[in-house]
């Protein structure tokens, strides 16, 4: 499996980015998809998932604000996230989120995102 992340970068509170994650290696449109992130000195936590179908779930501190979206016939799993604010600063991670590999989520490299106050 591999995960490529991009779309990340440095913005001001208020601002907008979106997240892309190409995925290969896997059967795309039967997975969960999940975006994580992880901000220096803190665990990484779940941010939003979609099922193959389109059903998602958040967050309750992105709820509102960030909406996750899929493209089967891409793989590829969006991020968008609206409304930034400054503890949204985090390295961004996609995962199926149902897979595994030596007990832990496969991951990609990550897209840093700063969100300036």
């Known amino acids: 499996v591999q995960l490529v992340e991009s779309g990340g970068g440095f913005v001001q509170a208020g601002g907008s980015l979106r997240l892309s994650c190409e995925v290969s290696?896997?059967?795309?449109?039967?997975?969960?998809m999940a975006w994580y992130r992880q901000a220096p000195g803190r665990q990484r936590e779940l941010v939003a998932d979609?099922?193959?179908?389109?059903?998602?779930n958040y967050a309750d501190f992105v709820r509102g604000r960030f909406t996750i979206s899929r493209d089967n016939a891409k793989n590829t799993v969006y991020l968008q996230m609206d409304s930034l604010k400054p503890e949204d600063t985090a390295v961004y991670y996609c995962?199926?989120?149902?897979?595994?590999?030596?007990?832990?989520?496969?991951w990609g490299q990550g897209t840093q995102v700063t969100v300036s106050s």
């Open positions: 995962t199926p989120a149902g897979l595994r590999v030596d007990g832990g989520h496969y």
């Open positions: 290696g896997l059967i795309f449109s039967i997975n969960v």
């Open positions: 979609i099922t193959g179908r389109g059903k998602t």
